[in-house]
Every structure is written in structure tokens, then in C-alpha cells.
């Protein structure tokens, strides 16, 4: 003889949530006996309950104990279609309806349609689209078939004239409808018709469920609101949620992937959780959960990529589950009782409605979407394993969920929940019929503009001022097939443009001639001063020869390369680096707790982020590039006598290509140098401007004149030279950037940098001695530490040699440098002209 199930016992709230919507069943029920004429108005307002309560706290069995409740007390029989959101909640809705609510029969579409076999409580569950399509002829169970059962449509109808009450339960309200959210919204108006909708939700005041009140029709009189703090207090929930977000320090910062510290760290607290449980003799193995993105198209695979991480950890295989909507588990939703099973790698769909109680921890890899979404993930780890109830409140480790992000920064939904689970108290109360107006203002238009008309009151109205737009030209014939709502928006876009029409805005000036002719305007040109040394053009680098690249520069690169200071050797045997975790509890306050993590860097996923590494100049092909780098390693390792493998070499290569990235671009400029050319640029043009322009004369401009393209800053530089009285300055020229006649500069990526200022200096050692400047704003706020600039101060002219780099702090002209070891601009001492004669 088979055990009967234990049923279990309603905590408080959940009674009182019972006993507050089954009243509102009866009290519809007495409303529709009593005004039967009224039956789809009555329905669709006094019929409407939702009940709001966290994820965890036995929505399902509330919700079942309340069809229980009213069965055999309302005025005729009931037949209830209960919808989850997924199909894999299907089978564990009936599951638990089955073992704790006896009295409700569960049927099913495909074998139970004969209304005569149907009594009081029973109950059909399924999801939107197994009964709702815009074709419901694609829909077995909505056709009649010969000898076979009725369609569902008939025998709802049929139900229906007979006088039994149909009753909707919706799970998950706020997503329920999903992707066929039109068409289940017409099967529920048109064809459910119900008497009662229950609709229960773990996300307050959720904006989906309005759209879900306006697409179905409804309006919810009735609302039950349960507080997070009793479902604690009931031993549901646990007490807190910690939110572990991870940083980096020192080199890790480069070389540890924010997904495999985040995996680690889930790990390690899975690690703690499952000892603590064996200390205290509680036999549960624990569950840890890891959320995935999904997969975009091109991209690998990320469940696979985590699965990888996850072994590379030392977890077996076999300890592993997978569920996906493209990989489902057919054992899914047994995951809780089955304890050889240590994680759960999936993405969204199980965040919703996923009954695992044995999970503590959470690991999300994906961005959060939001409050609603950080609800949905909250839930999954705050419920309370049956084994740990007695001990609840206790043990501070077990009465908390945890959750491990990649980035603490895009996590703001799990916050907000948080926040907002705080804050619900429990509520039963009618919502009123409220309208919110916003009233956007534009003060450069007369104020009668701002209020359009009213809507239309009646339907005659709607069809006169319709008509009238459209014999004015202003709106379409077409409109006048359109929807009532749609209609009223077209009218209102339509008489505020016609208002527009009949005043125009500039209606209060005096009607004018026409405008006066355009007279052309007299233009004023100064010549280059070569009577101070101006050259009559200035040298420009240009690249080398397209089959260079992947040959002689990359094998000239990779051997520049090993002659650093810092080489591909050093990172042979790399493994580990140490991060920081901090958590802090999302409900409960208290001290920070901090903690030091050793992370193994995956091989895997090192050589996919190390690909940029080697792709940073168009012209160089990064599998060539590569493939040299690696033999000139192999000849290193062999020099030095150091033996190793062949994936040690591709680790160590695209570790140092992440940590050094600059490394990589410097000794392709050592190796490009070579075969760079530098040749004439176009001459010097004349400098063409208005002849009203206030030019202010220079004394050494290259033009006579300081030029109208120049920024605060370069004017006041420009203003600097021309003040010179060291006699150094001999002229000085605003180059124009990608002009034809300026001074570019071939960078390690292909590009080019144009330096803002070419200045002739007395004594330089360079053709026509010129030096070349760069000009830059705030060094500790403006653009002087952009990756760019880190990029292009480590470049220098072939013929002109080092750009001077310089930038103005508190009204001070400065010099600017890179710090090498540190991979930042800083910085030192006041320029000087002087400092240009040598460098």
C-alpha cells in the first residue's frame, strides 16, 4: 500500500491570503447570481483577485487550498483552468496540486472535454499556447473531430449555458501571457469568458500587470499582499541575501576573467555551505545555481563555456545539469531531490517558477534586467530547505542566500528587489480607479497650444471631428476604418497640427517683404611667412608596403619583442592570481564581510580574450602575428633551456598579450620604423578666411595671424610661442588634422596621429628644425589618460623624432610623460622652449 502524503499545514499568511480571495470568489459569485445579465461586467472587475507574494512563499498551494475552499459553496459547480507560464511548470503545478489539495480533480484538454463527465473543483492545467493561437484550427484541442471529443470552444459553450462557473488561475501573471500574449488575451475574452480570474504574481506593482489588465480587458477590485517578513517568520524565506561582488587588484586586474573569479567564488561558498550542513548533520546536499546569458548569434556557446570553467574548478562532469529552452532536461524539475546533481547551469526561463530549495548560492554571468528580473532570481535561492526548518534563524551561514556577480555595477536589479521585498506589507484592499495626466510644457509656444482637445465623448462626436481632419487633408482616409482608441489619438495629433496651421508660430510679427539678396561675402588670404623658415611643406610618415606586413614586420616584431625587458617567458608557468570579494547582506544590515580569493585562470577563455590582443592593426594578420611570436618563443624557451608545452606556450604568449598590451604595439613600431617612409606632403596652403573675420595679428604665426581653428586651449599655447622671448620660437603653425599637408604619424594599430602644433626651433637637430606638440586639456579629469593617448605618446616622428606632449594645469603650462612601468600619463615640471632643442 502506496504513503499517503503529508499535507501540509498553511502558515498564517497563507490562510489569511486563503480566506481573503476565496471571499472575493463568493462575494462575485453573489454579485453574478444576483445581476446575472451582467455577467462579463461583473466578471471582469469584482471577479478579478491577485494575489502578490515572494517567490518561495507557496503561491501554488495558497492558491490551491482557495479553490478548495469555495468548492461545493458557490452557487453552481466550478471548472477551473489553472496557466502556468512554461510548459515545464506544468508538470510540477499538477505534481503539487495532486499531493496537497485532494479535493480538486486535475483533467487534462486532450481526453477530458465531455461537460457531462465534469463536477465541482475540477481542474485543467495548461499554458497560452496550447489553447490560444490566432488560427485555433492549428489546435487539436480546439477542433471537433467526428466521433471524437468536442473542441474546447463547444464545450466551454456548453458549460456555459448550463450554468457552471469557469474560473482562471494565472501563475505568474506579469509573464504569463508571454509571445502569445494577443492571442491568449482574445481566448480569454472571447472564449474563456470567466467567472473568476485569479491571477498571483512574486513581482509588486509590476508595470506588466497593467498591460495585462488593458490587454485582457480586466481591472483588478481585489489584491492580497503578502510581506517577505512573514515569510520568514514562517520558515519559507531565508533571513538574508548577500550580494558577493568581486574586484580585482595588482595584475589580476588583467588576468583573472571576472566570469571564472565569479565561478570560483560561487563555488567556494557552495564549498562552506556543504560542510556547515555535514557539521550539523543535516544530510541535503546543496545546489548551486549559475545564470547564462543567451547565446547571440556567432558567439560560443555560454552554457558550454561555463560548463568548461566549471571543470577546469575540479567539479566532475556528472555533477553538472544543463537546462536550457535548446537543451531541456527532461528530470528538470526532480533537480531538487536529487542530490548528485551540485549545480545548475541555465539561463532565464528557469528563473521563473524553479522550485529548488536545496540552492543557497547563485552565480549570474548575464546583466541583471531589471527589479521584476531580481525578484524572479531572489526567489531562487531564498527558499528554505524542508531538512534546515527546524534549525531556521540559528545558524547565520544556512539563513542566507548568496550571489556572486561579474559586475557589481550592472547587478541594480537584485538591489531594487531587495529593496522592494522590504518595503511590501501585507494589504487586502480595492484599488481605485485612478488616471495619472502629464502635461508636457514648451514655453517657446503660446500657452493655448499646450491642451489639446478632449477625447471624443460619444460616437458620433468621434466620427465628426474625425471626418473633418480628413476633408481638411490632415489625416487619412484610412483612419476611419482604425479602432476607437486609435482614432481618438489620430484626432488629437490631427487638431493640434491643424491649431499649428491656423497660427502659425511667428503669427504676432508684421508681414515683410522678402527677404533682402544675399550679398557674396569678400574673402581675405594670408600667405606662408617663409621669411621665417617656414617650410614650403612638411614631412609626412607614410605606411609600408602591403606585402611587409605579414612577413618581414612580423617576424622583425616578434624578435623586438623578446628583447624587452618583460617577455612571453615570464608568464610560461602562470596559474592563479588573488582577487577580492566583498558581500553585504541586501535585507539584514551589518559590517562588510571581505574575503581573498586564489583564482585559476582558464586556458580557454585567456586565448578567446587575448584575440583582440593580437588583432590591433588591420594591416597585420593576427594568425601570423601570432604564429611567429610563438616560434621566436619556442627559440627563447629553447636558449634558456626552459621546457614546456605546447598549450603553455599559447597561455603564456596570450597572458602577457593581456597584460602588456602596449608591449605588443611597441615593438611593432620598433619593427614597422624600418620600413615606414616619410615623404613631402602637399604644400602649405594659403590661409583663406572672411575678410570680416577679427584675425588678431601674430608675430610668429605661420601666417601672419592667429587662425580661427584653433580650441581655448590651443589659443592660449599659441599665445605662449608668440610671446617667446628666448629668440628659440622661429615660427609656429595649427596643423589641421587628415589635411593633406599636415604631419601624420603611422601608429602600431595602422592609424594615424596628427599632433596639433609643428613649431620651428633654433638649434633642433631636426629638417627645418622643427618640433612637433600635442596639446591637451585637464590632466585629471579631461582626456589626457584615455587608452588612446596611452597609444599614441609612445610614437615619434622618423624625421621630426618625439612628440612634446603638454598640458595646462591651474592656468600653468606643463609637460606631459608616459610612466611606463605603470601605464599611465602624468604630469612634470613647467615647459619650456628650451627643453625642445634636444629631445
Not at 517567490?55 to 477551473?80: H, I, M, N, Q, Y
Not at 589659443?715 to 587628415?738: I, M, N, P, T
Request: charged residues 30%; hydrophobic residues 40%; proline residues 6%.
Amino acid at each position: 500500500m502506496s504513503e499517503q502524503p503529508v499535507l501540509a499545514t498553511l502558515a498564517k499568511f497563507q490562510q489569511t491570503a486563503c480566506e481573503a480571495l476565496a471571499s472575493s470568489i463568493l462575494t462575485a459569485a453573489g454579485y453574478l447570481r444576483h445581476d446575472p445579465t451582467h455577467r462579463d461586467a461583473i466578471a471582469l472587475t469584482a471577479g478579478v483577485m491577485l494575489l502578490e507574494s515572494p517567490t518561495g512563499s507557496g503561491k501554488t498551494l495558497t492558491l490551491g487550498r482557495t479553490l478548495e475552499a469555495v468548492r461545493g459553496r458557490l452557487p453552481e459547480k466550478c471548472v477551473w483552468f489553472w496557466f502556468a507560464p512554461f510548459v515545464g511548470l506544468v508538470a510540477q503545478t499538477r505534481d503539487a496540486l495532486a499531493e496537497q489539495c485532494p479535493s480538486l480533480r486535475l483533467r487534462t484538454l486532450t481526453g477530458d472535454r465531455d461537460v457531462k463527465s465534469l463536477r465541482d473543483g475540477d481542474v485543467f492545467v495548461q499554458t497560452w499556447a496550447s489553447v490560444a493561437k490566432t488560427n485555433k484550427e492549428s489546435l487539436r484541442v480546439r477542433r471537433a473531430g467526428g466521433d471524437g471529443p468536442q473542441s474546447l470552444d463547444d464545450m466551454l459553450a456548453d458549460l456555459r449555458a448550463d450554468g457552471v462557473h469557469i474560473g482562471v488561475v494565472i501563475d505568474e501573471a506579469h509573464l504569463n501571457f508571454g509571445v502569445t500574449a494577443r492571442a491568449a488575451a482574445g481566448f480569454y475574452l472571447n472564449v474563456l469568458r470567466p467567472d473568476f480570474t485569479l491571477l498571483a504574481t512574486a513581482t509588486p506593482n509590476d508595470e506588466a500587470l497593467v498591460a495585462f489588465e488593458k490587454l485582457a480587458g480586466v481591472k483588478v477590485e481585489s489584491r492580497v499582499t503578502v510581506a517577505r517578513s512573514e515569510v520568514v517568520s514562517a520558515g519559507l524565506n531565508k533571513k538574508g541575501l548577500k550580494l558577493g561582488v568581486i574586484s580585482f587588484r595588482g595584475e589580476a586586474a588583467r588576468l583573472i576573467e571576472p566570469e571564472t573569479a565569479a565561478l570560483t567564488a560561487g563555488w567556494d561558498q557552495h564549498q562552506r555551505i556543504k560542510k556547515r550542513l555535514e557539521e550539523r548533520g543535516i544530510k541535503t546536499t546543496p545546489l548551486m545555481l549559475v545564470q547564462v546569458e543567451d547565446q547571440k548569434k556567432g558567439d560560443v556557446d555560454p552554457v558550454r563555456r561555463v560548463e568548461d570553467k566549471l571543470i577546469d574548478l575540479g567539479i566532475p562532469k556528472s555533477a553538472i545539469a544543463v537546462h536550457t529552452s535548446g537543451e531541456p532536461d527532461p528530470g528538470f524539475h526532480t533537480l531538487a531531490y536529487d542530490d548528485s546533481k551540485e549545480v545548475l547551469v541555465f539561463k532565464v526561463a528557469v528563473a521563473t517558477g524553479f522550485d529548488a530549495p536545496r540552492a543557497w548560492t547563485l552565480v549570474s554571468v548575464r546583466p541583471s534586467r531589471g527589479r521584476a528580473f531580481g525578484l524572479q532570481i531572489v526567489g531562487r535561492i531564498m527558499r528554505v530547505h524542508p531538512s534546515v526548518r527546524p534549525t531556521h534563524g540559528q545558524d547565520d551561514l544556512l539563513d542566507r542566500g548568496y550571489v556572486f556577480l561579474t559586475n557589481g555595477e550592472e547587478q541594480g536589479g537584485l538591489e531594487a528587489a531587495a529593496a522592494e521585498l522590504k518595503a511590501v506589507r501585507s494589504s487586502i484592499e480595492a484599488i481605485a480607479d485612478e488616471l495619472s495626466v502629464q502635461e508636457f510644457s514648451n514655453p517657446t509656444l503660446p500657452r493655448s497650444r499646450l491642451h489639446p482637445a478632449a477625447a471624443p465623448k460619444t460616437p458620433e462626436e468621434r466620427a465628426s471631428r474625425l471626418e473633418a481632419l480628413v476633408e481638411a487633408g490632415i489625416v487619412e482616409t484610412a483612419a476611419l476604418k482604425r479602432s476607437s482608441d486609435e482614432q481618438d489619438r489620430l484626432i488629437a495629433q490631427g487638431e493640434w497640427r491643424r491649431s499649428l496651421q491656423e497660427t502659425p508660430l511667428f503669427a504676432e510679427l508684421p508681414l515683410g517683404s522678402a527677404p533682402p539678396p544675399t550679398v557674396p561675402r569678400k574673402s581675405k588670404s594670408y600667405r606662408v611667412r617663409t621669411e621665417l623658415g617656414v617650410p614650403p611643406a612638411l614631412l609626412q610618415e607614410v605606411l609600408p608596403a602591403p606585402e611587409l606586413w605579414d612577413s618581414a614586420i612580423a617576424v622583425a616584431t616578434a624578435r623586438a619583442l623578446f628583447r624587452q625587458k618583460e617577455t612571453p617567458v615570464d608568464f610560461l608557468l602562470r596559474r592563479k592570481g588573488s582577487v577580492d570579494i566583498s558581500l553585504r547582506d541586501l535585507f539584514l544590515s551589518g559590517a562588510i564581510e571581505e574575503r581573498h580569493l586564489s583564482v585559476r585562470m582558464s586556458d580557454a577563455r585567456i586565448a578567446e580574450v587575448a584575440q583582440e590582443a593580437f588583432a590591433f592593426n588591420d594591416h597585420l594578420d593576427p594568425r601570423r602575428f601570432k604564429s611567429a611570436l610563438i616560434e621566436e618563443f619556442k627559440a627563447a624557451c629553447d636558449r634558456g633551456g626552459i621546457e614546456y608545452e605546447p598549450e603553455d606556450l599559447r597561455r603564456g604568449l596570450d597572458l602577457f598579450a593581456m597584460q602588456k598590451p602596449s608591449a605588443l604595439g611597441d615593438a611593432l613600431r620598433e619593427a614597422q620604423a624600418a620600413h615606414v617612409q616619410v615623404v613631402p606632403g602637399r604644400p602649405l596652403p594659403e590661409l583663406v578666411v572672411d575678410e570680416d573675420a577679427q584675425l588678431l595679428p601674430s608675430r610668429l604665426g605661420a601666417y601672419e595671424v592667429f587662425p580661427p581653428n584653433m580650441n581655448g586651449e590651443e589659443r592660449s599655447f599659441a599665445e605662449l610661442l608668440d610671446r617667446d622671448k628666448s629668440g628659440r620660437v622661429k615660427w609656429w603653425l595649427r596643423l589641421q588634422e587628415s589635411s593633406l599637408w599636415a604631419v601624420p604619424i603611422i601608429l602600431p594599430n595602422g592609424r594615424r596621429f596628427f599632433p596639433d602644433f609643428a613649431i620651428g626651433i633654433d638649434g633642433r637637430k631636426t629638417p627645418e628644425s622643427i618640433a612637433l606638440i600635442e596639446i591637451k586639456d585637464d590632466g585629471s579629469t579631461g582626456r589626457l589618460h584615455s587608452d588612446t593617448n596611452l597609444v599614441k605618446i609612445r610614437v615619434q616622428h622618423k624625421e621630426y623624432r618625439g612628440v612634446w606632449w603638454t598640458v595646462r594645469e591651474e592656468g600653468l603650462w606643463t609637460n606631459a610623460e608616459l610612466d611606463r612601468e605603470r601605464e599611465r600619463i602624468y604630469t612634470r615640471g613647467r615647459f619650456d622652449v628650451e627643453d625642445l632643442v634636444a629631445t
